[in-house]
């Protein structure tokens, strides 16, 4: 099975269309591999931990936020370092943050910063891998090329929802929305699956967003902008985000879902052509998982997020990463344990030029307002302190500024693995904290520096898995999950 193609495991002779409509193997645009997931609802909980989180939401920036446009600015640098913006107060004394994050400026309480996490490597598929996996080395057999392999260490949303507590509703335990992360020249960008794991541990790939003109970026429909601004793409980025497809196949009457034999009669016509695929196995014990998922109000309600009231929209901002905070929002009321967010692709956050510009009426606007109101709701529905919030990128960037007067009007900044700054928030995250520090041009930790390891021990640590935890591969061999300590100094 290709493994890097979300729903890539579909025999010739089975339609995508009848697929979707049976719901054995095409529910949210998945595989069958996918569904394995859903475990049954009496599995054992593992040996608690320390923390007492019940969900985590993974927020990645990819493309590798500013450090010196973000959470770490450093007005007294000299020219060619020092930036545009202008750091304002927050509501924590002593904690200062950029002009254009204004309301997570009002949040400050509620969330901390790390500024001095590091990692060995400039490469973005590399820097991508070391952030997604809470791994900073690579695997034997690991070449950087954009194709998830069999032997990539597996993903911190594979390796923590396999050791959380199954949901006891039948959904998944790790989603990764509204998109898998691929690179414009088309290769998939690893990391972000099963690895040494196996494949029937990817988190679930939710793909509400089109993946359109890859240069082409942004929080669409009005917040987009030209990779390169001197040679913009012909066309308009014309993406229309769009939520799964959980209809009933044609003619099933609600009478006859609520008992259930219409969808599996439906499902049951699939059976044969499922033989020659030679799934029926995990066939029968999926069907009923199936129809768990497309009977949860819940459920349907957390991806009809362009259908959101008005005053909702308005709140979350009606724009691709508004959308996906909310499903992010919603999935997390429903129970779903590990949540990732993918906050633009095609490297969206690949600042090399025009990046003030880019950062200040682009990047930030559509960011601050959803996470806000991410911040808001999970306080004002008492998630909070059981929902985990992480954003990161691949990298910071570097403290010298740069312009390639070919491509773009305006500077920017390259790529940096040395230091970059976390963002955390909610489960057990102490607020208005911040740890580490990077040097007076935001080059290199200065101060208690913290690695990819450490950021997935923290997650892993909140969720309550035990530090002593070991998942098993296919022949049964232990792995260690932690590979560093948490960073207790985060953590209330």
Avoid at 54 to 83: M, N, W
Avoid at 173 to 188: C, D, F
């Amino acid at each position: 099975m290709d493994r890097t193609s979300v729903s890539s495991w579909q025999h010739s002779v089975l339609s995508r269309r009848t697929a979707v409509q049976a719901g054995a193997l095409g529910m949210l645009g998945l595989g069958t591999n996918h569904l394995q997931r859903l475990r049954a609802a009496d599995t054992q909980q593992l040996a608690t931990g320390a923390g007492t989180a019940k969900t985590c939401i993974y927020i990645f920036l990819s493309g590798g936020l500013s450090q010196h446009e973000s959470f770490d600015l450093k007005p007294q640098a000299p020219d060619g370092v020092r930036g545009e913006f202008t750091p304002i107060s927050t509501a924590t004394p002593g904690i200062q943050i950029c002009e254009h994050l204004p309301e997570l400026a009002k949040r400050s309480n509620d969330w901390g910063v790390v500024r001095s996490l590091t990692h060995p490597t400039n490469s973005h598929t590399t820097g991508h891998f070391f952030m997604l996996t809470g791994r900073s080395t690579t695997p034997p057999g690991y070449k950087g090329d954009r194709q998830p392999r069999a032997t990539d260490w597996p993903s911190i949303m594979s390796v923590a929802g396999d050791a959380v507590t199954v949901p006891k509703n039948n959904l998944p335990p790790a989603i990764v929305l509204p998109e898998r992360l691929v690179h414009w020249s088309g290769g998939v960008i690893p990391g972000a699956y099963g690895g040494q794991m196996g494949s029937r541990r990817d988190p679930f790939f939710i793909e509400a967003s089109p993946y359109g003109d890859p240069f082409w970026r942004g929080a669409y429909p009005q917040y987009t902008f030209p990779n390169v601004t001197k040679k913009p793409p012909e066309q308009a980025d014309n993406r229309i985000y769009q939520a799964p497809n959980l209809q009933l196949s044609a003619g099933l009457t609600r009478d006859r879902f609520r008992g259930r034999l219409g969808l599996l009669e439906t499902l049951d016509s699939q059976r044969r052509r499922m033989e020659e695929a030679a799934r029926v196995q995990s066939y029968d014990r999926e069907r009923q998982n199936a129809i768990s998922m497309l009977a949860n109000p819940r459920i349907r309600d957390a991806f009809d997020v362009t259908n959101a009231a008005p005053r909702i929209q308005e709140r979350y901002g009606a724009n691709s990463f508004g959308w996906s905070m909310l499903m992010a929002y919603r999935l997390a009321a429903a129970g779903v344990p590990l949540i990732q967010v993918n906050l633009g692709n095609n490297e969206t956050w690949d600042t090399h030029g025009n990046s003030f510009f880019r950062f200040k009426d682009r990047l930030f606007p559509p960011t601050d307002r959803a996470l806000s109101a991410l911040l808001d709701d999970l306080k004002s529905s008492g998630l909070f302190e059981s929902t985990m919030i992480v954003m990161a990128g691949e990298f910071g960037r570097t403290p010298k500024l740069e312009h390639n007067a070919e491509s773009f009007p305006a500077p920017g900044r390259g790529h940096w693995g040395a230091v970059q700054s976390v963002f955390f928030a909610g489960g057990g995250i102490r607020g208005g904290t911040v740890v580490g520090a990077s040097d007076e041009i935001g080059g290199y930790p200065a101060a208690d520096p913290k690695t990819p390891e450490n950021m997935a021990a923290t997650l892993y640590h909140a969720l309550g898995i035990p530090h002593t935890a070991a998942w098993k591969d296919d022949v049964d061999r232990p792995h260690h999950i932690y590979h560093a300590d948490p960073i207790y100094e985060l953590l209330g």
